[in-house]
């Protein structure tokens, strides 16, 4: 298995909500595109990890992603030990991402800085010949962090205005977390309505500064090198 891009996360249903559309777009673009996520989400109020995993696989359809995976470590517990570091490297070497997306290094809930930092140190230690003996080295080209929880300012923003409904309808896969009411939890829950509201608000938002209609905002820690300063896209304000 050879993936272009692995989108790593901590929870089913993050990726749906940060860079799911970019990843639809490239896999409309040809590339192969991947989601590990770290936990089943077994502390959720609502569903069963099964149920999760079952509803994030139907999720992977409308992403028309080549892969995904659950290493189904604890849900809002994740911790980065050696242990859960070697898992998440060997799986790297698995999959072999030339680029690898991670959440943004901040934010409220642990699980989703904890799971950048692990997958940091993943992609580093995925690249050492002598990790383990059963699996080739691999380390990603390029990391990507995405950031749709915080408000900081992206290093770009990919256009999804094409991907967008895709991405609403993966996310709404998810029918044990955006169910209609009447089960448990209900209440707690946004209902579909002011989900679609608030993730169109965001991606409008980051849309906006680039000029198209919906956008996802990635951060880089590296500079962006441009060839050609002419064709740079974004009208200057
Ligand atoms: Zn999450």
Known sequence: M?????AIAAHPDDVEQTCGGTLIRMAEAGYRTGILDLTAGDMGTRGTPDERIAESEAAA???????????????????????ARMTLA???RELKPRVVILPYWEGRHPDHYRACEMGYEACFLAGLKKLDEYSEPHRPFKILYSGLYTNIKPSFVVDVTAQFDRRMAALMSYTS?????????????PKEEEIRERLAAIARFYGNLIGVRYGEPFIVKEAMEIADIVAMPVRSI
């Open 2 to 6: 050879s993936l272009d891009i692995l």
């Open 177 to 189: 977390q955006y169910g209609a009411a009447g089960n448990e939890g209900a209440g707690l829950f």
């Open 90 to 92: 060997v799986k790297i």
């Open 61 to 83: 359809k409308h992403m028309m992603l080549g892969w995904r995976g659950n290493l189904r470590m604890p849900d809002a517990r994740l911790e980065n030990n050696i242990a």
